[in-house]
């Protein structure tokens, strides 16, 4: 074969030298990168933002549901009705718990590993706070039913009072990893630019975080305090994580608080 002939497969061997190169050099550098900022890129992070807020409203709809008038306290003196009333809020709530899901599903495939692992720690949550209520359903069935046929002996009323307060110990668990989800977002927000979890930097605008925090007033005005307390529940202590990195505007900066690279950022 002539030295012509043999030009073209010379280059293309050059060309996949090269490119392979170029690959491994930028693989190794993004190995090289801290954790945080491996797994935290800036991407759509705003969305999601926006996204677990609105989901976390639906989850406050329960708590109001609740708060405003248990079904005890709304049919007092009616036992069939209170029964119901605890059936009927409890599909209310399950409504509520796969309409906040939904709103965080797109986001278990995201390229941010952060953003994947709040949604799918919130996603855990609700699945099992569903799954809690459609057992403490059954449990109100049985004793209905218990209740009709003058079944109620005090043995049977101690089993279903057990099985009452060991289901509520559940869902407070469920609450936890809401927590523990609001939690991850409030680090999501920190821009990956940041070497770690304790950097200044957000990744939002000064714009988008007026309106996110319009958007949690909407729902959490009576939670204003930030940072985790103990006595919060669940709904209180998430939205002061949030509130916390969204209101201190002197420790933490918006993107367009720091125009320049290194601005904001905190240095190890």
């Not at 005890?72 to 809020?89: I, N, T, W």
């Not at 101690?158 to 990893?177: I, M, N, S, V, Y």
């Not at 939205?239 to 125009?259: F, G, N």
């Amino acid at each position: 074969m002539s030295s012509s002939k043999m030009m073209p497969l010379r280059v293309l061997c050059s060309i996949f030298i090269l490119l392979t190169a170029v690959f491994n050099l930028s693989h190794c550098a993004a190995a090289s990168l801290p954790d945080f900022q491996r797994h935290n890129p800036d991407i759509a992070k705003y969305a999601f933002a926006r996204s677990y807020i609105e989901a976390l409203n639906y989850v406050n709809n329960i708590n109001l549901r609740w708060k405003k008038a248990s079904p005890k306290e709304l049919y007092a003196g009616d036992d069939v009705k209170v029964m119901r009333g605890y059936v009927s809020y409890l599909i209310k709530d399950n409504m509520d718990l796969r309409i906040a899901r939904n709103f965080l599903t797109k986001y278990l495939h995201s390229e941010n590993l952060l953003v994947r692992k709040t949604a799918d720690t919130f996603i855990a949550a609700c699945l099992t706070h569903i799954a809690i209520n459609d057992k403490e359903k059954q449990v109100w069935d049985q004793w209905y039913a218990v209740k009709s046929n003058h079944l109620d002996t005090p043995a049977n009323e101690k089993a279903f009072l057990k099985t009452q307060r060991d289901l509520t110990l559940k869902r407070k668990e469920t609450g936890k990893k809401m927590i523990e989800a609001s939690v991850l977002l409030a680090n999501v927000l920190k821009s990956g630019r940041n070497t770690d979890e304790k950097g200044h930097l957000l990744a939002v605008t000064s714009k988008q975080r007026e309106y996110l925090l319009g958007r949690l007033d909407e729902f959490g005005k009576d939670s204003l305090e930030w940072g985790l307390k103990a006595g919060q529940d669940h709904m209180q202590a998430s939205i002061a994580v949030i509130r916390e990195v969204l209101e201190d505007t002197v420790y933490y900066a918006s993107l367009d608080d720091a125009p320049n690279p290194t601005a904001g950022l905190r240095q190890k």
